[in-house]
Nanobody, 123 residues
């Protein structure tokens, strides 16, 4: 499966952004999906994940209550709604797919990765 993330940009603290990740290739609904991010000089970190139906989600503590992951299998797209953005949310955001379609654990091995989209939050 090929993944393409979009929707990043430059915003101010407190603003919102919605990232999208569109998949092509194999059946999108067969995968659990996740969002990850990598800030300059830091390791990539887990942000959120969702199972194949969208009925189960999981979040990193740092984004819980501010970010919402969702998916539309008819559109082969997973979203990350980011509210109340903080400067520490600045990073390149990546989407990824897990062929274990019920596995939303943060440490799961992801099978496919998309190119990232830059999110910059100014103070």
């Amino acid at each position: 499966v090929q993944l393409q993330a979009s929707g990043g940009g430059l915003v101010q603290a407190g603003d919102s952004l919605r990232l999208s990740c569109t998949a092509s290739g194999r059946t999108f609904s067969s995968y659990a999906m996740g969002w990850f991010r990598q800030a300059p000089g830091k390791e990539r970190e887990y942000v959120a994940s969702i199972n194949w139906t969208g009925g189960r989600t999981y979040y990193a503590d740092s984004v819980k209550g501010r970010f919402t992951i969702s998916r539309d299998n008819a559109k082969n797209t997973v979203y990350l709604q980011m509210n109340s953005l903080k400067p520490e949310d600045t990073a390149v955001y990546y989407c990824a797919a897990d062929s274990d379609f019920e596995d939303i654990a943060p440490g799961s091995r992801m099978d496919f990765w998309g190119k990232g989209t830059q999110v910059t939050v100014s103070s």
